[in-house]
């Protein structure tokens, strides 16, 4: 079992109350993954300002952030998450931190998103982020009970392998070590033993190949066997996916001001407007995408 | 006992205290505010109060239901109704999947749609479904009847040990043992009870009945590998 909750804003007034209202849907789903908590933002311009590039990293505590060598480096610490923002390209940010700090892990990068990991309760992990105050135009949140690796950060949803990229599972993969190897011999580089983390990389490799979201989540329903929920976002993009047999809950809620996703409706109980939206559950291996402009599926 | 209504609010109140008190009920009537989806909301009735929830509730409400008469004026959850005895469960919008899960008795309608595994092994409750429900619906169920006003999802009552399935749309497909009946005048009377006691109006002869073709009940000699 796992929790999540999506958040993609349509009304530009609201953007200022986006973590206020993430907190909030996270705070109803903390039984369902007391292990972990995971979150991305978009568009935090408190953290990734307008023209800057923003990368998330794991990385020892103390670490000297000052070695990158990037001049006007925004750094925000949030627990075992660093955010680091410069004006330079993702890319250029991303390659100083591999080569300056080849022992942190890069768990988030783009020119809209921040992501935050952590492991303990997660309305505690919700504080430390800062959540409350995050401002943006998109975010999900993950709470984990770990099945298939460890409790640690690395494990820690959401899995964010591509620009502005992020992927968010509750289930278990049931063939992901196969589709893993594949990924490896296409020099695919992995963090984390999680199976989720496949997922991830696989998306992101279908993006990078020209698809849509909606392709390729249903190149993944073809590929991938077992349970899964997924809520995956891009720089522009919503999307949720459950397999076949859909028995890991999703709920989806949508009105003229945004369009919600969760495990369960009590995460929505407090949207401004929910008694107007329109509920429905995902039908099993059915895309559902939205991007900032409109309905795509 | 009291006649009037109790009313209880979940916004300053638990779930567990809401339960307490339906459990030992020192009224016979109940109106239950500010659900918020929240879980085990009336779980566990077992006299002939009535419950009225107003919003939208969580997993497993009215589960076990024993002789109560509980509507949920909204959404359901996971679950509702799951193992009910007896009494009626009525949800007034759609219920998600597992609806009336092996539920021994009672009736429990559904004005809205059912996801899926509506009447998962069903064992003797009536579950009458106002629209359409999903897949692998009256999986492996046992006893009692099932109505759909709309459509059903594919593999409808996979599996089927015995237990009417009475469905007015379209059925995406059958699951394993699950095959069409012929409707006789004792099945166009009980579909026109149920779908009365769900408060419908439906003409019987709109709808086609299914059940088990019973081939599932032994071991073929001619299934060997």
Same mark, same amino acid.
Request: net charge positive; proline share 3%; charged share 25%.
């Given at each position: 079992m796992c929790g999540i909750v999506g958040l993609h804003l349509r009304d530009p007034e609201l953007y200022p109350q986006l973590g206020r209202l993430l907190e909030t849907m996270l705070g109803q789903v903390v039984e369902r993954g007391p292990d972990s908590a995971g979150v991305a933002v978009y568009g935090? #311009? #408190?953290?990734?300002?307008?023209?800057y590039a923003a990368v998330s990293v794991l990385a020892p505590a103390h670490t000297d952030f000052g070695v990158l060598g990037v001049s006007d480096l925004l750094v925000t610490g949030a627990g075992d998450t660093t955010v680091l923002a410069a004006p330079i390209a993702p890319d250029a940010l991303v390659a100083a931190v591999r080569t300056a700090l080849p022992t942190a892990t890069v768990v988030g990068s783009g020119t809209d998103l921040t992501v935050y990991k952590g492991i303990g309760s997660p309305r505690t992990l919700a504080a430390t982020y800062d959540l409350a105050n995050a401002q943006g135009w998109q975010g999900l949140a993950h709470t984990r009970m770990a099945t298939e690796s460890a409790v640690t950060p690395e494990g820690c949803h959401p899995f964010s392998v591509g620009p502005d990229q992020c992927l968010v599972h509750n289930g278990s993969f049931a063939n992901h070590a196969t589709i893993r190897r594949e990924l490896q011999a296409a020099e695919h580089v992995f963090d984390s033993e999680n199976d989720s983390e496949v997922g991830a990389r696989f998306v992101a490799d279908r993006l990078a190949a020209g698809e849509d979201l909606d392709k390729a989540l249903r190149l993944l329903c073809e590929r991938f066997d077992g349970f899964y929920t997924l809520l995956v976002t891009s720089a522009d993009g919503f999307a949720v996916v459950r397999d076949a047999i859909a028995c890991k809950p999703a709920i989806i809620a949508e009105t003229d001001r945004w369009v919600a996703m969760a495990s369960e409706f009590r995460a929505l109980a407090d949207l401004p407007g929910i008694a107007d939206a329109r509920l429905y559950e995902p039908e099993p291996e059915r895309v559902y995408a939205w991007t900032r402009e409109g309905v795509t599926a | 006992m009291s006649t009037d209504t109790t009313v209880l609010d979940l916004s300053t109140s638990s779930v567990r205290e809401l339960n307490a008190e339906l459990h030992r009920p020192a009224a016979k009537s109940y109106e239950v505010r500010h659900p918020q989806g929240a879980h085990a909301i009336a779980a566990g009735v077992d006299s002939d109060i009535t419950v009225d929830v107003r919003g939208h509730v969580g997993y497993?409400?009215?589960? *076990?239901?024993?002789g109560g008469t509980i509507t949920v004026h909204g959404n359901a959850g996971t679950g509702v109704a799951e193992n009910m005895m007896s009494g009626t469960v009525r949800v007034t919008g759609d219920a998600s999947q597992?609806? =009336?899960?092996?539920?021994?008795?009672g009736l429990l309608v559904i004005e809205g749609s059912a996801s899926m595994r509506? =009447?998962? @092994? *069903?064992?003797?409750v009536d579950v009458v479904v106002g629209a359409d429900i999903g897949p *692998? @619906?009256?999986? *492996?169920a046992q006893a009692g009847r099932l109505v759909v006003c709309g459509d059903a999802g594919a593999d409808l009552g996979d599996s089927i040990y015995e237990a009417r399935i009475y469905v007015r749309g379209a059925v995406a497909s059958l699951g394993a043992d699950c095959v069409e009946k012929e409707v006789r005048a004792e099945h166009r009377a009980e579909l026109a009870e149920l779908l009365a006691a769900a408060g419908l109006d439906h003409d019987p002869a709109g709808f086609r009945r299914y059940g088990s073709a !019973? !081939?599932?009940?032994h071991f073929a000699r001619g299934n060997t590998y």
């Open positions: 935090d #311009r #408190r953290r990734c300002p307008e023209g | 497993y409400a009215a589960g *076990m239901n024993d597992s609806a =009336g899960a092996t539920a021994h008795g509506c =009447g998962i @092994s *069903m064992k003797g *692998m @619906s009256a999986f *492996m !019973r !081939r599932l009940y």
